[in-house]
């Protein structure tokens, strides 16, 4: 079957601290991944995709590769701020279809 | 990019009653629509995928009777909450991808309430 699997948070950090969510996958097939944000009182929105393995998302400074061999897609920025402050998710999209699987989310607080 | 609103935006409706949840796309046209549920620190569960012009598919455990969809046009989907009870209080999301292969965009969610 299609599943995600995240860590879970809630995680906490100073302002300018590395980043890393980590997000494995099962699937069948060759699925795209994704990372979604959710900011508080917002509905989800795109943060970075890869489509294909060794494939790298990056935006707003958060990159992800995408592992085939170890079947992840982890999320990672050099230097967090206030501002990205929300929960993250990590979701996976079967080739076969618009249909996707989420992990669970991870809460992110970044303290001044 | 492309915009996916939701109405309301929070409701509380009393025991037994039900409930109408709005979703549009605003700037493109999808033949498909998502509707998924948020439990508080949990992650969204499809429930169904609103087809237009045909009849909605239901997730393994979703009560489709209670849950009725209605993809009206290639804009619009609706989720009525039938005889709500307080279990059925959550936040009911939306999504719709533009087309084919295509990543969904989401709606602002719905927070229902049932007292």
């Known amino acids: 079957g299609n599943s995600v699997t995240q860590m879970e948070g809630p995680v906490t950090l100073s302002e300018e601290a590395f980043l890393t969510i980590n997000c494995t996958y099962t699937?069948?097939?060759?699925?795209?991944l994704f990372w979604y944000v959710q900011y508080p009182g917002e509905g989800l929105q795109l943060l970075l995709k890869?489509?294909?393995?060794?494939d790298k998302g990056s935006n707003k400074g958060f990159e992800a590769t995408y592992r085939k061999e170890t079947t992840s897609f982890h999320l990672e920025k050099g230097s967090v701020q206030v501002s990205d402050s929300a929960v993250y998710f990590c979701?996976?999209?079967?080739?076969?279809?618009?249909?996707?699987?989420f992990g669970t989310g991870t809460s992110l607080t970044v303290i001044p | 990019g492309a915009v996916v609103s939701q109405h309301p935006s929070w409701v509380i409706c009393k025991s037994g009653t039900s409930v109408k949840i709005e979703c549009r796309s605003l700037?493109?046209?999808?033949?498909?629509m998502f509707w998924y549920r948020q439990f508080p620190k949990q992650s969204l569960m499809l429930m169904a995928t609103?087809?237009?012009?045909?009849?909605?598919?239901?997730e393994q455990g979703v009560e489709k009777d209670k849950f009725l969809i209605n993809h009206a046009s290639l804009t619009l989907s609706t989720l009525t909450v039938t005889s709500a009870h307080p279990e059925d209080s959550s936040f009911y999301i939306c999504?719709?991808?533009?087309?084919?292969?295509?990543?969904?965009?989401f709606g602002p969610g719905t927070r229902l309430t049932v007292t």
């Open positions: 999504s719709a991808p533009p087309g084919q292969g295509y990543e969904q965009y």
């Open positions: 699937a069948t097939g060759y699925p795209s």
């Open positions: 890869a489509t294909k393995a060794d």
């Open positions: 979701a996976l999209r079967t080739n076969t279809g618009n249909q996707f699987y």
């Open positions: 700037d493109f046209q999808a033949t498909t």
């Open positions: 609103s087809n237009e012009g045909s009849k909605a598919t239901y």
